[in-house]
């Protein structure tokens, strides 16, 4: 265990990031599996609908740093092609 102060707050602030970013991750992997449900399924509003709101969750973790732009455009983009392919 750290004896120092600042190492002491330094475990606290990493260890509240953490749960915030696995919460946020937790979020767009959920947003995601709902797209990929509405594209398996065929319901094709359902997958527009719910690729809107996944696509709002990917960019705002994004903003906050949760995960590289370059990789939330990848998700977006992976996401959006398998709604666009569907018949």
Request: net charge positive; proline share 0%; hydrophobic share 45%.
């Amino acid at each position: 265990m750290a004896n120092i102060k600042s190492a002491k707050k330094r475990i606290l602030v990493t260890r509240t990031k953490t749960e915030r970013n696995k919460a946020i991750k937790s979020g767009v992997k959920t947003a995601i599996k709902k797209v990929l449900a509405a594209v398996e399924a065929g319901d094709k509003e359902a997958a527009k609908a719910e690729l809107t709101a996944a696509t709002k969750t990917i960019e705002m973790a994004a903003t906050k740093g949760v995960y590289h732009k370059n990789n939330a455009a990848r998700k977006v983009s992976r996401i959006s092609k398998a709604v666009n392919e569907m018949a």
